[in-house]
């Protein structure tokens, strides 16, 4: 019996660890998809570093001082719809 409840113990934590990186997944790529960050070099906060180092994103750590800075709340890179003025 003992060795029973170890197994689903180990099931239960092992569904329960994927469940925990779905949603810090979710939550960084939420991140990224919001303030455009994607291709930039730094990842917009802690989640989103985490949802890059899951995913395999190419994750460097290191911070460019010649490349422009960009503010995550400017909004001059977002998609136009059509019709929309410009």
């Known amino acids: ?3 029973i409840d170890v197994i ?3 099931a239960a934590a092992g ?3 994927a469940v925990l990186i779905t949603v810090v997944v979710i939550i960084g790529i939420r991140k990224e998809e919001r303030y455009l960050t ?3 070099k730094t990842a917009p906060g802690a989640m989103a570093q985490l949802a890059r180092i899951v995913l395999g994103r190419y994750v460097r750590r290191e ?3 010649m ?3 960009r503010n995550p709340d400017e909004r001059s890179g977002t ?3 059509m019709g929309a003025p410009r």
Do not use: E
Request: proline letters at 5%; charged letters at 10%.
């Open 79 to 81: 998609r136009q719809t």
């Open 38 to 40: 994607l291709m930039n």
């Open 1 to 3: 019996m003992a060795a």
């Open 15 to 17: 569904f329960a660890f």
């Open 8 to 10: 689903i113990f180990a």
């Open 67 to 69: 490349a422009p800075q």
């Open 63 to 65: 911070h460019d001082l």
